[in-house]
C-alpha cells in the first residue's frame, strides 16, 4: 500500500485533505479515516477522484478505481489529527500537518552558515533593493526550507550500478560508431589531466579515440615536461592520439588541431579538466543505434551535466543541469545545451570547425552552426558530463569570462541571420550569460484583443486600460465577449467603454453557464487582426512593449502562440510555462516564486519554447486558429487552451513562453482546491478527454521537461523515485 498527501488546507473551521491512495492491487480500493487525537474518529466527506497519473505508474493505467481522494471534515485547531488507511489487512498512518507531510528538518547551523555566506548576503540585498522587503523576506523564507532531496544521495539512486557497468562492456550493437573525442590542451594541472584521461579510458563503450592537441608551449611553463607526459598516454594507449601545437592557438585553433586528428564517425567535445560519466559513451551509441531503427541517422546529440568539485577530499556533485529536449528559443537564450556535445564528425568537417571571432563562446557558435544544419537533433537525460568547478573555470565564476559572453551574443546575432530571421538585439538577461533577444516587429499588423467578460466591470475596467492606454503598441482592436453578466453596473460600463475606445466593440455570448472555449470562439469572427490576442479580464499589463514583445515572436514563420509571464498582485508567479504531465495532466511551472527569485537555472527568466501556455494572455496567428478549429468547446472549463497548443504543436510550429511579456493577474490564490462533487465531476470528465486525446505526451513525457524532474511540484526539483517511479527516456 502507498499514499501521497498532495494538500493541505483549512477554511473557516474546515480542513481539506487531497492526495491519492492505492493498495498492492488494482481492484482493492483504500479505506480511510480521520482520527483525532482528543476527539477520536472524525466524521469526513470524501469524494474520490480519477488520478491518470497514479494509475499509470502503478497499474500501467488499468485500474478501474478512482485512486485520488478529496477530503473535508470539522477541524479544531487545538486538536491534532492523523489520516488512517487501510487495505488488505494492512494499516499506515500520517499525522495532517498544514503544507503537507512533516519532513525532517535540515540542520539549523548548516541552514545558518549557507545564508551567510558572501554571495548569498550580496543576492539578498540585489532583491531587497529591487523588490522591496516583501520579496526579501519571502527569499528569506525559502532559504530555510527544507531541501527535500540532496543531489549527492539522489544520485546515487540512478547511477549504473557495478554490475550493470560490466554488462555494458560485454555489450555490443548493430552499428559501433567510433568517437572522437576531443580535447584542447592548455597548462593543465597534471591531477586533473590524469583524471580526464582516466574518465575515457574507463568508458564502458570501447570503439573511441582521444585527440589531444597541446597548446601550451610559452614562458614560465614546462612545456617539455607537460609535453612527455601527454606523450606517455599514447604510449599507454594506442586509442590516444595527440599534437604539440608550435605555439597557443587560442581555445578555437587548440580544438580545431584537436579535430584535425579526428578520424570517427562522431566528435566528442571534452574540456581538459573535465570528466566524462563511465557510461557516457555508451549511452550515446545505445541512442545512435535505437534511432537507426526507426530509420533515423543521429547528427547531434547532447546529454545532461552536472558540476563537480572536491571536499573533504571527495568528489561532491552539484548543480545538476536537466535539459529539456531540443528548444531553439532556450539556446538563444544561453547555451543550455553545453555538454556533453556530440556531433557527426563529417557536419563538423562541412562547417570547418571552430571559429577564432568567437574565441571564448566557440562551443556556442559551434552548436549553433551544427543544430541549423542538423535533421536529427537527440538528447539523453542522463548526467553524462562532469563539469568541474575550478578557479580558472566560467563553472565557478562567469564574470571571468566576461569576454565569453560578449561573443556569445554575436554569435546568437549571426545565428539569427543565418536561418532567416534577420536582425535582432541582443541584450544581457539577469545574469551573465544568458541572454534577451528582441525580435522587432514587421510593419504595423492589426491585433485583435479578445477578453471574455461576466460582470467584474472594475476588472475589466482595469484591464482595458491599461492595455489601450498604457501599451505602446497602437494597431489594437478589443472585442469584450459578453457573458450572462447580472449587474446593471457592467452594462453602464460597456456602454462607457465602447464611447471612449473607438475601437473596442462588446458583443453578446448568448450560451448557458460557462464555456471558455465557446466564448472565445464566438468572438473570432468578429476578430479582424492577422494576430489574436486572449485576455483575461483580470489582468493588467506591467510593461509597455508587451504587445510588441509578444508580436515579434510570433510573426516568426516556425511560432504559432506566444505567451506571458503572469504575476499574482503581490509580485509572485502565477504562470511561467506549462508542463504537460504535471500532477497527472498539466500545470503551471515556478507557481508562487517571487519575481526576483532565481528559479532552476533561470528557467522563469528566459524566453523558451514549452509545449503550453496559458490562455490568460496568449497571442496566435489568426489562420492557425481556424486551421486546428480554435479551442474545443467539449473542455468548457479546463485544459481548453492546453489542448489548444498541444493541436498548434502538431503543426510543427512553436509554442514560446515569453518572459519580458509581464502583467499581473489577479486570479485568487484562495480559491481553493476542485473539492465539491460537481467540481471533481466536471474535472474527471475534462480529464479523460485531454488524456484520451493526448495519451502519448502523457506516456512518454513532456519533451520540454525531464524525466529526472518531479511531477508533484512545480519548481523542477528533483524526482522522488519513491513516489513517482522514472518513465522512460525522452525522444
Request: glycine content about 8%.
Amino acid at each position: 500500500m502507498k499514499y501521497y498527501i498532495d494538500t493541505v488546507e483549512t477554511k473557516d473551521s474546515e480542513m481539506v485533505l487531497s492526495g491519492w491512495a492505492v493498495s498492492s492491487s488494482p481492484e482493492i480500493p483504500v479505506d480511510i479515516e480521520i482520527v483525532g487525537k482528543k476527539s477520536g474518529k472524525v466524521p469526513f466527506v470524501r469524494t474520490d477522484a480519477g488520478r491518470f497519473d497514479v494509475n499509470r505508474e502503478f497499474f500501467v493505467g488499468k485500474s478501474a478505481l478512482k485512486l485520488g481522494f478529496c477530503i473535508s471534515f470539522p477541524y479544531d485547531a487545538k486538536d491534532s489529527y492523523e489520516i488512517v488507511f487501510r487495505a488488505e489487512g494492512k494499516t499506515l498512518k500520517e499525522k495532517v500537518a498544514m503544507g503537507g507531510t512533516k519532513d525532517r528538518p535540515a540542520s539549523l547551523l548548516l541552514r545558518l552558515k549557507l545564508l551567510f555566506r558572501p554571495d548569498s548576503i550580496k543576492r539578498g540585498i540585489a532583491i531587497l533593493k529591487q523588490y522591496g522587503w516583501k520579496a526579501f523576506f519571502k527569499k528569506l523564507a525559502g532559504k530555510f526550507r527544507q531541501d527535500k532531496k540532496r543531489y549527492n544521495s539522489w544520485r546515487v539512486l540512478v547511477q549504473p550500478s557495478a554490475q550493470e557497468l560490466e554488462r555494458q562492456r560485454r555489450d555490443g550493437f548493430p552499428i559501433m560508431p567510433k568517437f572522437s573525442i576531443i580535447v584542447p590542451l592548455y597548462r593543465t594541472p597534471e591531477k586533473l589531466l590524469d583524471e580526464m584521461v582516466d574518465s575515457v579510458e574507463r568508458q564502458t563503450y570501447g570503439n573511441w579515440e582521444l585527440c589531444l592537441a597541446d597548446g601550451s608551449k610559452g614562458a614560465g611553463f614546462d612545456g617539455e615536461g607537460f609535453w612527455r607526459r601527454v606523450q606517455a598516454y599514447g604510449q599507454a594507449d594506442g586509442r590516444i592520439r595527440s599534437v604539440r601545437l608550435p605555439e597557443n592557438l587560442g581555445i578555437a585553433g587548440n580544438t580545431n588541431a584537436a579535430l584535425a586528428l579526428a578520424r570517427g564517425d562522431y566528435i566528442v567535445l571534452l574540456d581538459h579538466d573535465d570528466v566524462l560519466s563511465e557510461d557516457a559513451l555508451y549511452e550515446c551509441a545505445l541512442r545512435i543505434n535505437r534511432e537507426a531503427e526507426e530509420g533515423r541517422k543521429v547528427q547531434v546529440l547532447y546529454s545532461d551535466e552536472d558540476k563537480l568539485t572536491v571536499k573533504r577530499g571527495k568528489p561532491f556533485y552539484f548543480d545538476a543541469h536537466f535539459k529539456p529536449d531540443f528548444n531553439p528559443d532556450l539556446l538563444r537564450s544561453m547555451n543550455y545545451i553545453s555538454h556533453l556535445f556530440v556531433a557527426e564528425r563529417t557536419l563538423a568537417k562541412e562547417l570547418g570547425g571552430f571559429r577564432a571571432d568567437f574565441d571564448g563562446s566557440q562551443d556556442y557558435d559551434f552548436v549553433f552552426r551544427c543544430v541549423e544544419r542538423a535533421d536529427v537533433i537527440c538528447h539523453i537525460p542522463k548526467v553524462l558530463y562532469h563539469w568541474r568547478v575550478n578557479e580558472g573555470s566560467t563553472a565557478e565564476d562567469p564574470k571571468k569570462k566576461l569576454y565569453a559572453f560578449e561573443a556569445g551574443a554575436r554569435a546568437i546575432k549571426a545565428h539569427c541571420e543565418r536561418i532567416g530571421i534577420g536582425e535582432v538585439e541582443v541584450e544581457e538577461n539577469e545574469v551573465l550569460g544568458a541572454y534577451r533577444v528582441r525580435y522587432p516587429v514587421k510593419g504595423s499588423p492589426l491585433v485583435s484583443v479578445i477578453i471574455p467578460n461576466k460582470d467584474h466591470a472594475d476588472d475589466l475596467l482595469t484591464c482595458v486600460r491599461s492595455l489601450l492606454e498604457k501599451a505602446s503598441y497602437k494597431n489594437l482592436e478589443v472585442i469584450v465577449v459578453e457573458n450572462n453578466s447580472t449587474e446593471e453596473e457592467t452594462f453602464r460600463c460597456y456602454e462607457a467603454l465602447e464611447k471612449r475606445y473607438r475601437k473596442l466593440q462588446v458583443i453578446r455570448w448568448e450560451g448557458k453557464g460557462f464555456n471558455f472555449s465557446a466564448i472565445n470562439n464566438a468572438a473570432v469572427p468578429y476578430a479582424g487582426g492577422e494576430y489574436l490576442l486572449f485576455l483575461n479580464n483580470d489582468t493588467e499589463l506591467i510593461n509597455e512593449d508587451c504587445v510588441e514583445e509578444m508580436l515579434g515572436f510570433c510573426q516568426r514563420e516556425d511560432v504559432g502562440i506566444v505567451g506571458a509571464q503572469l504575476f499574482y498582485g503581490d509580485d509572485t508567479i502565477q504562470h511561467a510555462g506549462v508542463i504537460v504531465g504535471y500532477k497527472g495532466i498539466a500545470g503551471h511551472t515556478f507557481v508562487g516564486f517571487h519575481r526576483g527569485e532565481k528559479t532552476y537555472f533561470l528557467r522563469s527568466m528566459c524566453a523558451q519554447d514549452y509545449s503550453a501556455v496559458t490562455a490568460a494572455c496568449m497571442m496566435t496567428k489568426k489562420n492557425i486558429f481556424e486551421e486546428v478549429d480554435g479551442f474545443d468547446e467539449g473542455l468548457a472549463v479546463a485544459f481548453n487552451d492546453i489542448d489548444y497548443c498541444l493541436k498548434v504543436r502538431g503543426l510543427d510550429k512553436l509554442v514560446v513562453y515569453n518572459p519580458f511579456v509581464q502583467l499581473h493577474h489577479y486570479e485568487s490564490k484562495s480559491r481553493g482546491a476542485e473539492n465539491t462533487p460537481e467540481k471533481i465531476f466536471r474535472f474527471d470528465h475534462e480529464v479523460e478527454i485531454f488524456r484520451r486525446r493526448w495519451k502519448k505526451i502523457l506516456e512518454e513525457g513532456d519533451p520540454y521537461y525531464n524525466p529526472n524532474l518531479t511531477l508533484l511540484a512545480s519548481d523542477f526539483s528533483l524526482r522522488d523515485f519513491a513516489k513517482e517511479p522514472k518513465r522512460g527516456d525522452t525522444a
